[in-house]
Protein backbone atom coordinates (compact mmCIF):
# COMPACT_ATOMS: atom_id res chain seq x y z
CA UNK A 1 0.00 0.00 0.00
CA UNK A 2 1.49 3.45 -0.70
CA UNK A 3 1.26 6.19 1.92
CA UNK A 4 -0.39 8.92 0.65
CA UNK A 5 -0.04 12.14 3.62
CA UNK A 6 -3.93 11.84 3.92
CA UNK A 7 -3.34 7.78 4.46
CA UNK A 8 -1.26 8.87 7.87
CA UNK A 9 -4.22 10.34 9.84
CA UNK A 10 -5.86 7.02 9.52
CA UNK A 11 -5.43 4.52 11.75
CA UNK A 12 -2.61 1.85 11.12
CA UNK A 13 -3.85 -1.08 8.81
CA UNK A 14 -4.56 -4.54 10.44
CA UNK A 15 -5.63 -7.47 10.50
CA UNK A 16 -6.63 -8.11 14.41
CA UNK A 17 -10.04 -6.24 15.50
CA UNK A 18 -9.11 -2.92 17.10
CA UNK A 19 -11.19 -1.38 19.57
CA UNK A 20 -13.54 0.36 17.05
CA UNK A 21 -14.10 -2.70 15.20
CA UNK A 22 -14.84 -4.84 17.66
CA UNK A 23 -17.18 -2.20 18.86
CA UNK A 24 -19.01 -2.01 15.12
CA UNK A 25 -19.35 -5.86 15.44
CA UNK A 26 -20.95 -5.58 19.24
CA UNK A 27 -23.58 -3.52 17.61
CA UNK A 28 -24.20 -5.73 14.95
CA UNK A 29 -24.26 -8.71 17.44
CA UNK A 30 -26.54 -6.48 18.87
CA UNK A 31 -29.39 -5.74 16.44
CA UNK A 32 -28.51 -9.21 14.62
CA UNK A 33 -30.02 -10.73 17.73
CA UNK A 34 -32.96 -7.98 18.33
CA UNK A 35 -34.00 -8.99 14.80
CA UNK A 36 -33.83 -12.14 14.49
CA UNK A 37 -35.96 -12.29 18.17
CA UNK A 38 -38.52 -10.31 15.88
CA UNK A 39 -38.35 -13.13 12.79
CA UNK A 40 -39.00 -15.90 16.13
CA UNK A 41 -42.07 -13.91 17.28
CA UNK A 42 -43.68 -15.33 14.54
CA UNK A 43 -43.18 -18.66 15.22
CA UNK A 44 -44.74 -18.05 18.56
CA UNK A 45 -48.00 -16.52 16.94
CA UNK A 46 -48.15 -19.85 15.33
CA UNK A 47 -48.13 -21.52 18.59
CA UNK A 48 -50.48 -19.42 19.99
CA UNK A 49 -52.94 -19.96 17.50
CA UNK A 50 -52.74 -23.81 17.48
CA UNK A 51 -52.52 -23.82 21.49
CA UNK A 52 -55.55 -21.02 22.01
CA UNK A 53 -57.52 -23.04 19.72
CA UNK A 54 -56.83 -26.35 20.45
CA UNK A 55 -57.11 -26.54 23.96
CA UNK A 56 -60.54 -25.58 24.53
CA UNK A 57 -61.46 -27.38 21.56
CA UNK A 58 -60.10 -30.49 23.18
CA UNK A 59 -62.45 -29.70 26.11
CA UNK A 60 -65.51 -29.41 23.81
CA UNK A 61 -64.88 -32.43 22.22
CA UNK A 62 -65.18 -34.03 25.66
CA UNK A 63 -68.61 -32.93 25.79
CA UNK A 64 -70.16 -32.96 22.59
CA UNK A 65 -68.68 -35.90 20.15
CA UNK A 66 -66.80 -35.72 16.38
CA UNK A 67 -70.10 -37.84 15.45
CA UNK A 68 -72.16 -35.49 16.95
CA UNK A 69 -70.65 -32.91 15.54
CA UNK A 70 -70.33 -33.91 11.81
CA UNK A 71 -73.89 -35.20 12.16
CA UNK A 72 -77.07 -33.80 10.07
CA UNK A 73 -78.80 -32.07 13.58
CA UNK A 74 -79.18 -28.46 13.36
CA UNK A 75 -76.93 -25.88 14.33
CA UNK A 76 -77.91 -23.92 17.40
CA UNK A 77 -74.91 -24.32 20.04
CA UNK A 78 -76.31 -20.71 21.45
CA UNK A 79 -79.60 -22.17 22.26
CA UNK A 80 -81.12 -24.53 25.16
CA UNK A 81 -81.19 -27.43 24.28
CA UNK A 82 -77.91 -26.69 22.23
CA UNK A 83 -77.57 -28.52 18.84
CA UNK A 84 -73.75 -29.13 17.34
CA UNK A 85 -74.53 -29.95 13.50
CA UNK A 86 -72.00 -28.31 11.99
CA UNK A 87 -73.07 -28.99 8.64
CA UNK A 88 -75.49 -26.10 8.55
CA UNK A 89 -72.65 -23.66 8.56
CA UNK A 90 -70.35 -25.67 6.62
CA UNK A 91 -72.62 -25.54 3.86
CA UNK A 92 -73.05 -21.83 4.60
CA UNK A 93 -69.17 -21.06 4.20
CA UNK A 94 -69.80 -23.35 0.55
CA UNK A 95 -72.07 -21.23 -0.45
CA UNK A 96 -70.78 -17.90 -0.30
CA UNK A 97 -67.11 -19.54 -0.85
CA UNK A 98 -68.76 -20.79 -4.28
CA UNK A 99 -71.13 -17.82 -4.99
CA UNK A 100 -68.02 -16.14 -4.39
CA UNK A 101 -65.14 -17.52 -6.82
CA UNK A 102 -68.18 -17.50 -9.76
CA UNK A 103 -67.85 -13.79 -9.48
CA UNK A 104 -64.14 -13.94 -9.05
CA UNK A 105 -62.37 -16.29 -10.62
CA UNK A 106 -63.75 -15.11 -14.41
CA UNK A 107 -63.42 -11.17 -13.28
CA UNK A 108 -60.37 -11.61 -11.58
CA UNK A 109 -58.58 -13.65 -14.67
CA UNK A 110 -60.27 -11.43 -17.27
CA UNK A 111 -58.74 -8.26 -15.55
CA UNK A 112 -55.50 -9.48 -15.33
CA UNK A 113 -55.46 -10.90 -18.91
CA UNK A 114 -56.08 -7.23 -20.20
CA UNK A 115 -53.76 -5.50 -17.77
CA UNK A 116 -51.03 -8.38 -18.53
CA UNK A 117 -51.31 -8.69 -22.31
CA UNK A 118 -53.35 -5.83 -23.60
CA UNK A 119 -53.05 -3.27 -21.70
CA UNK A 120 -51.66 0.29 -22.87
CA UNK A 121 -48.73 1.66 -19.97
CA UNK A 122 -50.97 4.65 -19.26
CA UNK A 123 -54.57 2.40 -18.27
CA UNK A 124 -52.04 0.18 -16.94
CA UNK A 125 -50.86 3.26 -14.26
CA UNK A 126 -54.82 4.55 -13.77
CA UNK A 127 -55.96 0.78 -13.40
CA UNK A 128 -53.77 -0.75 -10.87
CA UNK A 129 -54.35 2.00 -8.14
CA UNK A 130 -57.79 1.79 -8.53
CA UNK A 131 -58.01 -1.64 -7.90
CA UNK A 132 -55.72 -1.43 -4.61
CA UNK A 133 -58.27 1.18 -3.89
CA UNK A 134 -60.82 -2.11 -3.96
CA UNK A 135 -58.73 -4.01 -2.47
CA UNK A 136 -58.72 -1.30 0.84
CA UNK A 137 -62.45 -0.76 1.05
CA UNK A 138 -63.17 -2.29 4.64
CA UNK A 139 -65.33 -5.23 4.77
CA UNK A 140 -67.72 -3.65 6.79
CA UNK A 141 -68.50 -1.07 4.15
CA UNK A 142 -68.59 -3.97 2.15
CA UNK A 143 -71.09 -5.37 4.38
CA UNK A 144 -73.27 -1.96 4.07
CA UNK A 145 -72.99 -2.22 0.33
CA UNK A 146 -74.72 -6.02 0.27
CA UNK A 147 -77.26 -5.36 2.94
CA UNK A 148 -78.68 -1.82 1.41
CA UNK A 149 -77.75 -2.33 -1.94
CA UNK A 150 -77.28 -5.34 -4.07
CA UNK A 151 -79.61 -7.35 -1.90
CA UNK A 152 -82.69 -5.42 -2.18
CA UNK A 153 -81.63 -3.28 -5.61
CA UNK A 154 -79.99 -6.24 -7.33
CA UNK A 155 -80.76 -9.77 -6.32
CA UNK A 156 -83.86 -9.09 -4.67
CA UNK A 157 -85.18 -7.77 -8.23
CA UNK A 158 -83.87 -9.74 -11.12
CA UNK A 159 -82.86 -13.01 -9.65
CA UNK A 160 -84.90 -15.44 -11.38
CA UNK A 161 -84.83 -18.68 -9.23
CA UNK A 162 -86.43 -18.75 -6.20
CA UNK A 163 -86.69 -15.90 -3.24
CA UNK A 164 -84.23 -14.15 -1.25
CA UNK A 165 -84.79 -12.98 1.80
CA UNK A 166 -83.86 -9.34 3.49
CA UNK A 167 -80.80 -11.52 4.61
CA UNK A 168 -79.04 -13.65 1.72
CA UNK A 169 -76.57 -15.85 1.08
CA UNK A 170 -76.61 -14.58 -2.79
CA UNK A 171 -76.07 -10.97 -1.73
CA UNK A 172 -72.97 -11.30 1.09
CA UNK A 173 -71.49 -13.87 -1.63
CA UNK A 174 -71.53 -12.15 -4.70
CA UNK A 175 -69.48 -8.54 -2.36
CA UNK A 176 -67.06 -11.27 -0.93
CA UNK A 177 -66.62 -12.32 -4.66
CA UNK A 178 -65.68 -8.45 -5.54
CA UNK A 179 -63.82 -8.32 -2.20
CA UNK A 180 -61.10 -11.02 -3.73
CA UNK A 181 -61.67 -9.91 -7.37
CA UNK A 182 -58.06 -7.64 -6.91
CA UNK A 183 -56.50 -10.75 -5.33
CA UNK A 184 -56.46 -13.10 -7.99
CA UNK A 185 -56.17 -9.87 -10.74
CA UNK A 186 -52.81 -9.10 -8.87
CA UNK A 187 -51.60 -12.27 -8.57
CA UNK A 188 -52.57 -13.44 -11.93
CA UNK A 189 -50.94 -10.66 -13.21
CA UNK A 190 -47.71 -11.47 -11.53
CA UNK A 191 -47.65 -15.02 -13.11
CA UNK A 192 -48.30 -14.10 -16.36
CA UNK A 193 -46.00 -11.16 -16.27
CA UNK A 194 -43.24 -13.62 -15.27
CA UNK A 195 -44.01 -16.01 -18.60
CA UNK A 196 -40.81 -15.05 -20.51
CA UNK A 197 -41.36 -12.79 -23.88
CA UNK A 198 -39.89 -15.52 -26.07
CA UNK A 199 -42.98 -17.53 -25.54
CA UNK A 200 -44.47 -14.72 -26.94
CA UNK A 201 -42.60 -13.43 -29.70
CA UNK A 202 -42.62 -17.29 -31.18
CA UNK A 203 -46.07 -17.52 -31.00
CA UNK A 204 -46.12 -14.05 -32.73
CA UNK A 205 -44.11 -14.72 -35.12
CA UNK A 206 -45.88 -18.29 -36.43
CA UNK A 207 -49.04 -15.73 -36.95
CA UNK A 208 -50.89 -16.33 -33.64
CA UNK A 209 -53.14 -13.35 -32.82
CA UNK A 210 -53.08 -11.51 -29.10
CA UNK A 211 -55.90 -13.85 -27.83
CA UNK A 212 -54.49 -16.67 -28.87
CA UNK A 213 -50.93 -15.84 -27.74
CA UNK A 214 -52.43 -15.31 -24.26
CA UNK A 215 -55.16 -17.94 -23.97
CA UNK A 216 -53.06 -20.76 -25.78
CA UNK A 217 -49.54 -19.50 -24.83
CA UNK A 218 -49.20 -16.95 -21.72
CA UNK A 219 -52.48 -18.69 -19.64
CA UNK A 220 -51.41 -22.05 -19.46
CA UNK A 221 -47.30 -21.71 -18.87
CA UNK A 222 -48.70 -19.31 -16.28
CA UNK A 223 -51.05 -21.84 -14.61
CA UNK A 224 -49.72 -22.73 -11.31
CA UNK A 225 -49.85 -19.06 -10.15
CA UNK A 226 -53.16 -18.73 -11.70
CA UNK A 227 -54.56 -21.57 -9.85
CA UNK A 228 -52.43 -20.21 -6.77
CA UNK A 229 -54.27 -17.08 -6.99
CA UNK A 230 -57.84 -18.66 -7.18
CA UNK A 231 -56.89 -21.08 -3.78
CA UNK A 232 -55.50 -18.16 -1.89
CA UNK A 233 -58.97 -16.08 -2.84
CA UNK A 234 -61.13 -19.01 -1.77
CA UNK A 235 -59.61 -19.41 1.35
CA UNK A 236 -60.27 -15.69 1.76
CA UNK A 237 -63.77 -15.85 0.84
CA UNK A 238 -63.95 -18.53 3.40
CA UNK A 239 -62.51 -16.94 6.39
CA UNK A 240 -64.49 -14.01 5.23
CA UNK A 241 -66.41 -12.67 8.70
CA UNK A 242 -68.46 -9.16 8.36
CA UNK A 243 -69.40 -8.87 5.12
CA UNK A 244 -71.30 -12.61 5.85
CA UNK A 245 -72.85 -11.43 9.17
CA UNK A 246 -74.63 -8.19 8.18
CA UNK A 247 -75.74 -8.97 5.05
CA UNK A 248 -76.17 -12.78 5.14
CA UNK A 249 -78.08 -13.09 8.58
CA UNK A 250 -77.69 -15.24 11.41
CA UNK A 251 -79.84 -18.19 11.17
CA UNK A 252 -77.79 -21.08 10.22
CA UNK A 253 -79.89 -22.91 7.20
CA UNK A 254 -79.60 -26.50 5.56
CA UNK A 255 -80.40 -24.88 2.01
CA UNK A 256 -80.50 -25.13 -1.86
CA UNK A 257 -81.96 -22.06 -2.21
CA UNK A 258 -78.79 -19.53 -2.27
CA UNK A 259 -81.39 -16.42 -1.15
CA UNK A 260 -82.25 -17.85 1.83
CA UNK A 261 -80.43 -16.65 5.49
CA UNK A 262 -77.35 -18.48 6.13
CA UNK A 263 -74.73 -18.42 8.10
CA UNK A 264 -71.36 -19.29 7.69
CA UNK A 265 -68.06 -20.56 9.74
CA UNK A 266 -66.47 -16.76 10.11
CA UNK A 267 -69.70 -15.11 10.49
CA UNK A 268 -70.98 -17.75 13.52
CA UNK A 269 -67.88 -17.22 15.06
CA UNK A 270 -68.42 -13.50 15.28
CA UNK A 271 -72.14 -13.88 16.12
CA UNK A 272 -71.26 -15.91 19.00
CA UNK A 273 -68.25 -13.62 19.86
CA UNK A 274 -70.56 -10.27 20.01
CA UNK A 275 -72.88 -12.54 22.39
CA UNK A 276 -69.83 -12.67 24.77
CA UNK A 277 -70.02 -15.73 25.91
CA UNK A 278 -68.87 -17.05 29.71
CA UNK A 279 -65.46 -18.15 29.84
CA UNK A 280 -66.10 -22.17 29.98
CA UNK A 281 -69.52 -22.04 29.20
CA UNK A 282 -70.27 -24.66 25.86
CA UNK A 283 -70.89 -21.90 23.94
CA UNK A 284 -67.61 -20.14 24.24
CA UNK A 285 -65.92 -23.34 23.71
CA UNK A 286 -67.58 -23.83 20.13
CA UNK A 287 -66.08 -21.21 19.22
CA UNK A 288 -63.19 -22.47 19.34
CA UNK A 289 -63.63 -25.76 17.74
CA UNK A 290 -65.34 -23.95 14.79
CA UNK A 291 -62.16 -21.69 14.48
CA UNK A 292 -59.53 -24.53 14.79
CA UNK A 293 -62.11 -26.24 11.70
CA UNK A 294 -61.69 -23.18 9.74
CA UNK A 295 -57.82 -22.49 10.50
CA UNK A 296 -57.06 -25.89 9.42
CA UNK A 297 -59.37 -25.69 5.96
CA UNK A 298 -57.40 -22.45 5.45
CA UNK A 299 -54.23 -23.79 6.49
CA UNK A 300 -54.87 -26.54 4.57
CA UNK A 301 -55.41 -24.04 1.09
CA UNK A 302 -52.14 -21.71 1.55
CA UNK A 303 -50.35 -25.02 1.85
CA UNK A 304 -51.66 -26.84 -1.31
CA UNK A 305 -51.63 -23.29 -3.33
CA UNK A 306 -47.39 -23.44 -2.30
CA UNK A 307 -47.44 -26.90 -3.15
CA UNK A 308 -49.19 -26.32 -6.63
CA UNK A 309 -46.37 -23.26 -7.47
CA UNK A 310 -43.37 -24.98 -6.47
CA UNK A 311 -45.00 -28.66 -8.12
CA UNK A 312 -46.10 -27.38 -11.83
CA UNK A 313 -44.33 -24.08 -11.96
CA UNK A 314 -42.52 -24.21 -15.68
CA UNK A 315 -38.76 -22.89 -14.81
CA UNK A 316 -37.63 -21.17 -17.58
CA UNK A 317 -33.74 -20.34 -18.15
CA UNK B 1 -37.57 -31.96 -11.79
CA UNK B 2 -35.68 -30.38 -14.47
CA UNK B 3 -34.75 -27.09 -14.62
CA UNK B 4 -35.17 -25.99 -18.39
CA UNK B 5 -38.74 -27.57 -19.31
CA UNK B 6 -39.81 -24.38 -22.10
CA UNK B 7 -41.17 -27.22 -24.22
CA UNK B 8 -43.63 -27.92 -21.60
CA UNK B 9 -45.33 -24.41 -21.71
CA UNK B 10 -47.36 -24.08 -24.79
CA UNK B 11 -49.64 -26.75 -23.94
CA UNK B 12 -52.06 -26.76 -27.23
CA UNK B 13 -50.91 -25.94 -30.61
CA UNK B 14 -52.62 -23.59 -32.85
CA UNK B 15 -54.42 -25.00 -35.61
CA UNK B 16 -54.42 -22.50 -38.09
CA UNK B 17 -55.75 -24.41 -41.25
CA UNK B 18 -59.21 -25.36 -39.45
CA UNK B 19 -59.95 -21.98 -38.78
CA UNK B 20 -60.90 -19.56 -41.42
CA UNK B 21 -59.57 -15.89 -40.71
CA UNK B 22 -63.02 -14.52 -39.90
CA UNK B 23 -64.21 -16.78 -37.57
CA UNK B 24 -60.51 -16.04 -35.82
CA UNK B 25 -61.12 -12.24 -36.08
CA UNK B 26 -64.24 -12.92 -34.42
CA UNK B 27 -62.81 -15.04 -31.33
CA UNK B 28 -60.48 -12.17 -30.98
CA UNK B 29 -63.22 -9.58 -30.59
CA UNK B 30 -65.50 -11.34 -28.51
CA UNK B 31 -62.11 -11.99 -26.29
CA UNK B 32 -61.41 -8.26 -26.11
CA UNK B 33 -64.73 -7.73 -25.29
CA UNK B 34 -64.92 -10.56 -22.52
CA UNK B 35 -61.66 -8.79 -20.95
CA UNK B 36 -63.02 -4.90 -21.21
CA UNK B 37 -66.54 -6.41 -19.44
CA UNK B 38 -64.59 -7.82 -16.86
CA UNK B 39 -62.44 -4.67 -16.07
CA UNK B 40 -65.60 -2.27 -16.45
CA UNK B 41 -67.42 -4.97 -14.14
CA UNK B 42 -64.49 -4.63 -11.31
CA UNK B 43 -64.09 -0.60 -11.42
CA UNK B 44 -68.09 0.02 -11.96
CA UNK B 45 -68.74 -2.15 -8.88
CA UNK B 46 -66.56 0.26 -6.95
CA UNK B 47 -67.80 3.42 -8.78
CA UNK B 48 -71.21 2.70 -7.72
CA UNK B 49 -70.22 1.42 -4.12
CA UNK B 50 -68.48 4.70 -3.39
CA UNK B 51 -71.43 6.49 -4.97
CA UNK B 52 -74.06 4.57 -3.25
CA UNK B 53 -72.43 5.28 0.20
CA UNK B 54 -72.38 8.88 -0.47
CA UNK B 55 -75.82 9.69 -1.82
CA UNK B 56 -76.50 7.73 1.29
CA UNK B 57 -74.50 9.81 4.18
CA UNK B 58 -74.82 12.87 2.60
CA UNK B 59 -77.22 14.15 4.87
CA UNK B 60 -75.60 13.10 7.94
CA UNK B 61 -72.00 14.22 6.59
CA UNK B 62 -72.05 17.55 9.26
CA UNK B 63 -69.65 18.11 11.55
CA UNK B 64 -71.92 16.98 14.04
CA UNK B 65 -71.43 14.02 13.24
CA UNK B 66 -68.09 14.13 14.44
CA UNK B 67 -68.22 15.97 17.41
CA UNK B 68 -70.80 14.02 18.58
CA UNK B 69 -70.77 10.74 21.10
CA UNK B 70 -72.68 7.71 19.80
CA UNK B 71 -76.12 7.74 21.19
CA UNK B 72 -79.25 5.50 21.33
CA UNK B 73 -80.93 8.41 19.33
CA UNK B 74 -79.99 8.71 16.09
CA UNK B 75 -80.28 12.34 15.61
CA UNK B 76 -77.84 12.98 18.20
CA UNK B 77 -75.25 10.36 17.36
CA UNK B 78 -71.60 10.82 16.00
CA UNK B 79 -68.58 9.24 15.87
CA UNK B 80 -65.96 11.06 18.24
CA UNK B 81 -65.83 8.48 20.51
CA UNK B 82 -65.02 5.69 17.65
CA UNK B 83 -62.33 8.56 16.23
CA UNK B 84 -60.25 8.64 19.15
CA UNK B 85 -60.99 4.96 19.44
CA UNK B 86 -59.70 4.11 15.70
CA UNK B 87 -56.43 6.78 16.76
CA UNK B 88 -55.52 4.94 19.63
CA UNK B 89 -55.94 1.32 19.10
CA UNK B 90 -54.01 2.02 14.89
CA UNK B 91 -51.42 4.30 16.57
CA UNK B 92 -50.37 1.29 18.66
CA UNK B 93 -50.79 -0.96 16.42
CA UNK B 94 -48.55 0.69 14.26
CA UNK B 95 -46.12 1.13 16.57
CA UNK B 96 -45.71 -1.97 17.92
CA UNK B 97 -45.82 -3.62 14.71
CA UNK B 98 -43.66 -2.08 12.49
CA UNK B 99 -40.63 -2.32 14.37
CA UNK B 100 -41.51 -6.01 15.12
CA UNK B 101 -42.04 -6.35 11.25
CA UNK B 102 -39.54 -4.63 9.21
CA UNK B 103 -37.06 -6.05 12.52
CA UNK B 104 -38.27 -9.74 11.17
CA UNK B 105 -37.68 -8.41 7.17
CA UNK B 106 -34.01 -7.19 7.87
CA UNK B 107 -33.58 -10.31 9.75
CA UNK B 108 -34.86 -12.87 7.08
CA UNK B 109 -33.62 -10.65 4.14
CA UNK B 110 -29.93 -9.45 5.54
CA UNK B 111 -29.23 -11.86 7.83
CA UNK B 112 -30.11 -15.25 8.17
CA UNK B 113 -29.02 -18.00 5.62
CA UNK B 114 -31.82 -18.63 2.96
CA UNK B 115 -30.35 -22.33 3.09
CA UNK B 116 -31.22 -23.35 6.53
CA UNK B 117 -33.91 -24.91 7.60
CA UNK B 118 -34.84 -23.02 10.80
CA UNK B 119 -34.95 -20.07 8.40
CA UNK B 120 -36.85 -21.67 5.67
CA UNK B 121 -39.52 -22.79 8.91
CA UNK B 122 -39.88 -18.60 9.62
CA UNK B 123 -40.51 -17.40 5.82
CA UNK B 124 -43.18 -20.45 4.95
CA UNK B 125 -44.44 -19.18 8.57
CA UNK B 126 -45.04 -15.95 7.84
CA UNK B 127 -46.54 -16.90 4.34
CA UNK B 128 -49.22 -19.27 6.15
CA UNK B 129 -49.82 -16.08 9.08
CA UNK B 130 -50.62 -14.20 6.02
CA UNK B 131 -52.91 -16.38 4.82
CA UNK B 132 -55.33 -17.40 8.43
CA UNK B 133 -58.63 -15.32 8.42
CA UNK B 134 -58.42 -12.07 10.85
CA UNK B 135 -61.68 -13.91 12.91
CA UNK B 136 -59.03 -16.42 13.99
CA UNK B 137 -56.65 -13.47 15.57
CA UNK B 138 -59.79 -12.42 17.17
CA UNK B 139 -60.45 -15.94 18.96
CA UNK B 140 -56.48 -15.76 20.05
CA UNK B 141 -57.37 -12.14 21.45
CA UNK B 142 -60.40 -13.62 23.26
CA UNK B 143 -58.41 -16.87 24.78
CA UNK B 144 -54.68 -15.34 25.73
CA UNK B 145 -54.34 -11.72 25.39
CA UNK B 146 -57.99 -10.69 26.91
CA UNK B 147 -58.56 -13.33 29.03
CA UNK B 148 -56.41 -16.31 30.15
CA UNK B 149 -52.72 -15.67 30.53
CA UNK B 150 -52.26 -11.57 30.04
CA UNK B 151 -56.23 -10.70 30.89
CA UNK B 152 -56.41 -7.49 29.67
CA UNK B 153 -59.89 -7.36 29.58
CA UNK B 154 -61.61 -5.83 26.27
CA UNK B 155 -60.03 -3.12 26.43
CA UNK B 156 -57.53 -0.65 23.66
CA UNK B 157 -54.63 -2.59 24.56
CA UNK B 158 -55.92 -5.72 24.04
CA UNK B 159 -57.34 -4.42 20.82
CA UNK B 160 -54.20 -2.85 19.12
CA UNK B 161 -51.83 -6.04 20.23
CA UNK B 162 -54.33 -8.43 18.70
CA UNK B 163 -54.57 -5.91 15.06
CA UNK B 164 -50.43 -6.05 15.68
CA UNK B 165 -50.86 -10.06 15.01
CA UNK B 166 -53.10 -9.17 11.56
CA UNK B 167 -51.13 -7.15 9.88
CA UNK B 168 -47.48 -8.19 11.00
CA UNK B 169 -47.18 -10.93 8.33
CA UNK B 170 -48.19 -7.93 5.68
CA UNK B 171 -45.39 -5.80 7.31
CA UNK B 172 -42.83 -8.14 6.67
CA UNK B 173 -44.02 -9.68 3.20
CA UNK B 174 -44.17 -5.94 2.24
CA UNK B 175 -40.57 -5.20 3.83
CA UNK B 176 -38.70 -8.04 2.40
CA UNK B 177 -40.06 -7.12 -0.98
CA UNK B 178 -38.90 -3.68 -0.69
CA UNK B 179 -35.68 -5.54 0.83
CA UNK B 180 -35.00 -7.47 -1.88
CA UNK B 181 -35.64 -4.65 -4.54
CA UNK B 182 -31.76 -3.44 -3.18
CA UNK B 183 -29.10 -4.04 -5.74
CA UNK B 184 -27.08 -6.39 -4.47
CA UNK B 185 -24.12 -4.14 -5.75
CA UNK B 186 -24.38 -1.30 -3.34
CA UNK B 187 -23.94 -4.34 -0.76
CA UNK B 188 -21.04 -5.43 -2.25
CA UNK B 189 -19.41 -2.56 -2.41
CA UNK B 190 -20.12 -1.24 0.86
CA UNK B 191 -19.13 -4.14 2.32
CA UNK B 192 -15.91 -3.88 -0.28
CA UNK B 193 -14.81 -1.23 1.50
CA UNK B 194 -14.60 -2.77 4.85
CA UNK B 195 -17.98 -2.08 6.54
CA UNK B 196 -20.06 -4.28 8.71
CA UNK B 197 -23.13 -5.84 7.60
CA UNK B 198 -24.90 -3.71 10.44
CA UNK B 199 -23.24 -0.82 8.50
CA UNK B 200 -24.63 -1.88 5.01
CA UNK B 201 -28.00 -2.34 6.53
CA UNK B 202 -27.81 0.84 8.40
CA UNK B 203 -25.97 3.09 5.88
CA UNK B 204 -26.90 1.41 2.66
CA UNK B 205 -29.57 -0.76 2.31
CA UNK B 206 -31.93 0.72 4.51
CA UNK B 207 -31.88 4.21 2.89
CA UNK B 208 -32.33 2.50 -0.20
CA UNK B 209 -35.32 0.40 0.57
CA UNK B 210 -37.08 3.24 2.53
CA UNK B 211 -39.54 3.82 -0.09
CA UNK B 212 -40.72 0.50 -0.57
CA UNK B 213 -40.96 -0.02 3.14
CA UNK B 214 -42.93 2.87 3.91
CA UNK B 215 -45.57 2.19 1.19
CA UNK B 216 -45.61 -1.60 2.73
CA UNK B 217 -46.56 -0.05 6.19
CA UNK B 218 -48.71 2.61 5.39
CA UNK B 219 -51.01 0.11 3.48
CA UNK B 220 -50.77 -2.18 6.51
CA UNK B 221 -51.58 0.65 8.88
CA UNK B 222 -54.79 1.54 6.50
CA UNK B 223 -55.32 -2.21 7.08
CA UNK B 224 -55.87 -2.19 10.97
CA UNK B 225 -57.68 0.72 10.30
CA UNK B 226 -60.30 -0.86 8.29
CA UNK B 227 -60.24 -3.99 10.36
CA UNK B 228 -63.46 -5.41 12.40
CA UNK B 229 -63.94 -9.13 12.46
CA UNK B 230 -61.32 -9.84 15.07
CA UNK B 231 -62.70 -7.19 17.36
CA UNK B 232 -66.31 -8.07 17.50
CA UNK B 233 -64.58 -10.99 19.58
CA UNK B 234 -62.98 -8.66 21.93
CA UNK B 235 -66.11 -6.76 23.42
CA UNK B 236 -65.72 -3.48 20.82
CA UNK B 237 -69.42 -3.69 20.53
CA UNK B 238 -70.21 -2.19 23.56
CA UNK B 239 -71.63 1.34 23.90
CA UNK B 240 -68.75 3.66 24.46
CA UNK B 241 -69.95 7.20 24.67
CA UNK B 242 -66.19 8.49 25.95
CA UNK B 243 -62.72 8.57 24.38
CA UNK B 244 -60.29 6.30 25.60
CA UNK B 245 -58.37 7.48 28.57
CA UNK B 246 -55.31 4.77 28.51
CA UNK B 247 -54.35 1.67 27.32
CA UNK B 248 -56.82 0.04 29.77
CA UNK B 249 -59.68 1.82 28.62
CA UNK B 250 -62.98 0.62 26.88
CA UNK B 251 -62.81 1.53 23.34
CA UNK B 252 -65.02 1.55 20.24
CA UNK B 253 -63.35 1.86 16.49
CA UNK B 254 -64.49 3.00 13.09
CA UNK B 255 -65.43 0.02 11.24
CA UNK B 256 -67.54 -1.25 14.94
CA UNK B 257 -69.03 1.56 15.18
CA UNK B 258 -70.62 1.15 11.94
CA UNK B 259 -70.79 -1.99 12.27
CA UNK B 260 -73.13 -1.72 15.42
CA UNK B 261 -75.15 0.80 12.84
CA UNK B 262 -75.92 -0.96 9.63
CA UNK B 263 -77.10 -3.97 12.14
CA UNK B 264 -79.31 -1.92 14.43
CA UNK B 265 -83.28 -2.68 13.58
CA UNK B 266 -83.90 0.91 13.51
CA UNK B 267 -83.39 2.48 9.99
CA UNK B 268 -82.45 6.20 11.10
CA UNK B 269 -79.31 4.60 11.85
CA UNK B 270 -78.62 3.90 8.26
CA UNK B 271 -77.34 7.19 6.76
CA UNK B 272 -75.25 7.51 10.19
CA UNK B 273 -73.89 4.03 9.54
CA UNK B 274 -73.07 5.48 5.50
CA UNK B 275 -71.81 8.86 6.69
CA UNK B 276 -69.41 7.48 9.23
CA UNK B 277 -68.13 4.56 6.28
CA UNK B 278 -67.60 7.90 4.35
CA UNK B 279 -65.15 9.69 7.01
CA UNK B 280 -63.65 5.74 7.35
CA UNK B 281 -63.26 5.95 3.00
CA UNK B 282 -61.39 9.71 3.01
CA UNK B 283 -59.02 8.64 5.54
CA UNK B 284 -58.31 5.10 4.11
CA UNK B 285 -58.06 6.61 0.32
CA UNK B 286 -56.16 9.68 1.69
CA UNK B 287 -53.62 6.26 3.17
CA UNK B 288 -53.56 4.75 -0.07
CA UNK B 289 -53.11 7.60 -2.26
CA UNK B 290 -50.15 8.87 -0.10
CA UNK B 291 -48.43 5.30 -0.39
CA UNK B 292 -48.93 5.26 -4.07
CA UNK B 293 -47.55 8.72 -4.19
CA UNK B 294 -44.53 8.09 -1.86
CA UNK B 295 -43.55 4.48 -4.50
CA UNK B 296 -44.07 6.82 -7.83
CA UNK B 297 -42.28 9.36 -6.16
CA UNK B 298 -38.93 6.98 -5.36
CA UNK B 299 -39.43 4.03 -7.52
CA UNK B 300 -37.09 4.91 -10.43
CA UNK B 301 -34.98 6.28 -8.67
CA UNK B 302 -32.52 3.24 -8.31
Excluded: C, H
Amino acid sequence: MTSSPTARAVAPVSLRATGATRRRLLVQSVFKSLFGLAALFTILVTVLIVVSLVVPSVEFFREVSLARFFSTEAWAPLFNPPRFGVWSIVSGTAWITVIAMVVAIPLGLGVAMYLSEYAPPRVRSVVKPVLEILAGIPTVVLGFFALFFVNPLLVQRFWPFGTVSTFSGLAAGLVVGVMIVPTVASLAEDAMKAVPRGLREGAYALGSTRREVTTAVVFPAALSGIVASIVLAGSRAIGETTIVLLAAGSRPTLTWNPGDQMQSMASFIGFAGIGDQPTGSIGYLTIFAVGLFLFVITLGLNVLSIRIVRRFREVYE
Amino acid sequence: MTSTTVEGAPARTIDLSSSTSVSRRLADVGFLLFLWLSLALALGTLVVLLTDVFTEGRPRLTWELISNMPSARPARAGIQSAIFGSLWVVGITAAISLPLGIGAAIYLEEFADPERWSNRLIELNVQNLASVPSVVYGILGLAFIARGPLGLGFTVITAALILVLVVLPTVVIASREALRAVPTSLREGSLALGATEWQTVQRQVLPAAIPGIATGSILSTSRALGESAPLLLTGALTFVTFNPGGLDSAYTVLPIQIFRWVSEARLEFRPLAAAASVVLLVVLLGMNATAILVRNRFEKKL
